[in-house]
């Protein structure tokens, strides 16, 4: 008998099978979601993991100004663990196909940063070359590249196949440069023999107390930030060390030069010596063939004397002749010589006045394209952690509702089992069954389609953009843990809440019907123009509203839930992808930016930019980057911008307090710096913070204004705090320039414009900047594809079951007004009138949550360089809001097949 009421179980699921499918969508789709955006996250920080570990990425990178020799290595290496290797690396312009290209040295012995071979063969000799797979269309394998330059023995080189870098993780990305128009578009990598300078470039560092940690934990970030800062403080000691060599270097050079010049005087001295002598034989020479001819005359007469002395006198001229051309050639060579020690002058001057050299530490998260690939597993983590769990308790209420329902519809059947002497635990078991099977089976499924089927389409997506080979996609403890806590809390632990409150009652107070609520007047009826003016079915609607709060409340709160989450999928949408508009057309006015060169000549450059047609103005700065400094906290990079003309800065720049309301002006005295500074440094408007600049010099600055920023973090100021501050000369050497919407053709026609002044460093466009941001954030489109599928694919199940639940529960009273004389029409209108008013206040209700949810989410996903603005669309709202209409209008049209069925005489005698 007791194994006939167990099996009663799956009688029950037959005759309900569609509450049974209802509550196992709801707890498949909200595992499914949970456990799949939790997963992401992690299967994408396992992929770097496994991607750094097999291509021994360094940790961190140093370059120096003066360059590094194998002393800078030793210091590097006196940390414990440490292991570096040294390098070539420099940028150059290839003209044949207009391509700026990063020169980077190999060797097979060298271990860290290991390339992958692709195509092709690696070079032979030093003549050949491998170079990035993303230019194979503009240099096929066996053609011809020339690559000039002194630190290289060789200009000519053949391309012998093609790599792809573990320092360029994104296939498009590739970071700036200090040459062409200031963006890298690819990479070639030669032998380390193929160069012939003894300085090197780079310096890739390892340390073996970091290569068995997690590199996205905090403990690696944190002993990372450690071996930083030793790093820092030993090459802080080095900068002195590496200056006097570098005098060394130049004063051997010049003692060499000045003994040269004293050899090469002395030889021009005894030169002119002999000079000197000759002068004085000839000069005598001369003289006794005067006396000579005069003796002559005197006997023979004058013509007879010039015709004996003609050949002596032509032999005198001819050698005065030659003794004023070595004077010639004397006096060039002294001038020569004079020039030299002109040059020896100038470099002791130069020697006496060599800069401090500056040492600069760049963490492997600066490489291109890593720090997007890892703040995307960090901001999809962040969605994670709000989406998937508001997701999860719609689904629970739903369920928790809907097993409420079905308990109470076997109130009669559990009294007579109580009256028959069954136990509590015994009359449990078959609905505790019943929650752990739609449990299981919603977990199991959600479980492993999450795992194994939600990442891949997001892996999908990012493989055509990066260059890792391999996306795990592993079951991870903690989010399937949680999603199965969650899972049995609404199913198992709602079905033992219910049944402990009707198990305690008594068998008799079982089998007698629940006694309907009473009939209240509510406050429409207090409005008695208004009332009077309804019709009965309105009247009836109304009443029924207030009569049923808990119901009506339920069903608002569902429907809001789900159309929150649909617009919240939209507002992501566009919350991502806005980012370009808002900072480089709302906070930034300006098309293009231009680094000069040191000492470069700023009015050039403006002469050029007046006369193109397109450019409409510009503006002259200081710019330089510096870093934020505290001890304890990662180093956040900054842009610095110093204006003489402070109201002019306004035509460029749009600063907005964080309210977002008011505009700040940059002050005489303090700086201005935005959002994300504030934030990584809790730093308020009074606050100090320590800078350091690209010369390694630290100074404090205060904060006197805090503005809105989404892409970097940027400090304002004017010329004379920056010189008070940083005691230096105020220097215009970056140019802010307005333009017409330009093509990339005529922009690199403007940069190479512009770098034919040889004033120009880079010259930097915002198009470039808005297409890379836009590209990132086409990453996060496909998990908020996700959100809005499956947010509206849960708002029809909620609207069906929360309908279906309605219908039911008042399926008796339903059949009273069939009998009534009701149509089917309009008995179909009596539920449909309350489910139109559930739905209107659902979606205006479910508008304010999408905002909040919208916010909650960017704020949770925003980074110190990176936030995102609050932008939901009006088509959002609408497309929601109609979906849930259209859901709305499918559950009615069922619903009206449904209440046709209904039999009045068993609906009726169903408490008897």
């Known amino acids: 008998m007791k194994n006939l009421y167990i099996r009663s179980v799956f009688r029950d699921i037959r005759q309900s099978l569609g509450r049974f499918i209802a509550i196992i969508l709801i707890i498949f789709m909200g595992v499914l979601l949970f456990v799949g955006i939790k997963s992401i996250g992690p299967n994408l920080e396992k992929t770097v993991q496994e991607f750094v570990t097999n291509h021994n990425v360094s940790d961190i990178q140093i370059q120096g100004t003066a360059g590094l020799t194998n002393e800078d290595l030793a210091i590097a290496e006196k940390i414990a663990g440490a292991k570096g290797e040294l390098g070539y690396s420099f940028p ?139 790093l820092q403080k030993l090459f802080d000691e080095r900068k002195e060390q590496r200056k006097t060599e570098l005098q060394a270097i130049a004063n051997q050079e010049i003692i060499k030069g000045e003994q040269e010049l004293q050899e090469n005087q002395q030889k021009l001295t005894d030169g002119q010596n002999e000079l000197n002598t000759a002068k004085e034989q000839l000069k005598s020479q001369q003289q006794q063939l005067e006396q000579q001819k005069a003796q002559l005359e005197t006997i023979y007469g004058p013509t007879i004397a010039k015709e004996q002395l003609a050949s002596a006198q032509g032999e005198l001229e001819k050698a005065t002749t030659g003794l004023a051309e070595k004077q010639t050639e004397l006096m060039e060579n002294q001038q020569t010589l004079s020039k030299a020690q002109e ?38 983590d962040a969605i ?23 308990v109470e519809e076997d109130r009669k059947e559990i009294g007579t089992l109580k009256a ?17 099977l739609t449990g299981t089976v919603g977990t199991v499924l959600g479980v492993i389609i999450g795992t194994k089927g939600l990442p891949p389409v997001v892996f999908t997506m990012l493989k ?82 207030f009569r049923y709060k808990a119901r009506a409340i339920l069903t608002i709160l569902g429907i809001a839930g789900c159309m929150g989450l649909m617009v919240a999928g939209f507002g992501l949408q566009d919350s991502i992808g806005g980012v370009v508009d808002v900072q480089f057309k709302q906070l930034n006015h300006f098309q293009g930016i231009v680094t000069m060169k040191d000492e470069g000549d700023v009015q050039k450059v403006n002469e050029v930019l007046r006369a193109h047609d397109q450019v409409k103005g510009s503006m002259n700065v200081f710019a330089d980057q510096v870093k934020f ?33 008011t505009t700040v002006e940059i ?192 704020t949770m996903a925003s980074a110190d360089n990176m936030a995102f603005p609050l932008l939901i669309p009006k088509m959002g709202y609408l497309v929601s809001g109609a979906l849930t209409i259209i859901f709305s209008a499918i559950v009615m049209f069922i619903t009206h097949k449904k209440l046709k069925e209904i039999d009045m005489i068993s609906a009726l005698k169903s408490n008897e």
């Open 629 to 661: 400094k505290k001890d304890g906290v990662s180093d956040l990079s900054a842009s610095l911008y110093a204006f003489k003309d402070t109201d002019r800065a306004k035509d460029y720049f749009t600063l907005k307090k964080t309210d977002k309301k």
């Open 92 to 230: 150059y312009v290839e003209e044949q196909q207009d391509r700026n290209l990063q020169v980077y040295s190999y060797a097979e012995d060298k271990k860290q940063n290991k390339l992958t071979l692709l195509q092709g063969n690696y070079p032979e000799n030093n003549q050949q070359l491998l170079i990035d797979e993303s230019l194979k269309e503009q240099y096929p394998i066996n053609s011809k590249i020339t690559i000039k330059d002194s630190q290289l023995k060789d200009e000519n080189f053949t391309v012998t196949g093609y790599v792809s870098s573990p320092i360029y993780v994104d296939k498009k990305e590739r970071g700036v440069t200090t040459v062409g128009d200031g963006t890298i578009d690819g990479y070639v990598y030669l032998p380390e023999t193929a160069f012939a300078s003894e300085t090197y470039s780079i310096l890739y560092l390892r340390f073996s107390d970091l290569q068995e940690k997690d590199i996205m934990s905090d403990v690696y970030k944190d002993q990372m930030i450690v071996h930083e800062e030793k």
């Open 667 to 858: 002050p005489n005295g303090g700086a201005v710096v935005t959002e994300g500074v504030a934030k990584a440094y809790n730093a308020k408007v009074g606050s100090n913070l320590t800078i350091q600049d690209n010369e390694g010099k630290k100074v404090k600055i205060k904060i006197s204004g805090i503005v809105e920023n989404y892409l970097g973090n940027t400090i304002y100021m004017d010329q004379n705090y920056y010189q008070q501050v940083m005691d230096k000369d105020f220097t215009e050497n970056t140019i802010f320039f307005k333009s017409h919407e330009m093509s990339s053709q005529d922009e690199t026609k403007l940069a190479n414009q512009l770098q034919a002044t040889n004033q120009v460093t880079t010259t930097t466009f915002m198009s470039t900047q808005a297409s890379k941001q836009a590209f990132a954030s086409d990453n996060l489109r496909p998990v908020v594809l996700i959100f809005i599928v499956l947010s509206g694919t849960l708002a029809f199940v909620v609207l069906f079951n929360l309908t279906n639940i309605n219908v039911s529960e008042r399926e008796r009273e339903l059949a009273t007004i069939k009998v009534l004389g009701f149509f089917d029409g309009e008995v179909t209108m009596y539920i449909i009138r309350e489910n139109v008013i559930f739905t209107l206040v659902g979606i205006l209700l479910g508008c304010g949550i999408g905002k909040v949810l919208t916010w909650f989410i960017i």
């Open 343 to 380: 040059k020896i002058d100038q470099s002791k001057k130069d020697v006496e006045s060599i800069k401090t050299p500056n040492y600069l530490l760049t963490q492997r998260s600066s490489n291109p394209g890593f720090t997007e690939f890892t703040s995307l597993s960090d901001r999809i």
């Open 464 to 545: 055509k953009n990066y260059v890792f080979e391999n996306y795990p996609t592993d079951f991870w403890f903690w989010p399937i843990l949680v999603a199965i806590l969650a899972a049995l809390f609404a199913t198992v632990v709602s079905t033992i809440y219910i049944l402990v409150k009707d198990l305690r009652e008594k068998p008799m107070a079982l089998l007698m019907p629940k006694a309907p609520k009473p009939g209240k007047r509510i406050l429409l009826e207090y409005i008695t123009p208004l009332w009077s003016r309804l019709s009965f079915n309105q009247k009836v609607t109304y009443r029924n509203l």
């Open 384 to 406: 994670g952690n709000v989406f998937p769990v508001f997701f999860f308790l719609i689904g629970i209420l739903i369920t928790f509702t809907t097993i409420t329902r079905m």
């Open 420 to 436: 028959l002497g069954y136990r509590n635990s015994e009359i449990a078991q078959k609905y505790l069954l019943y929650a752990l």
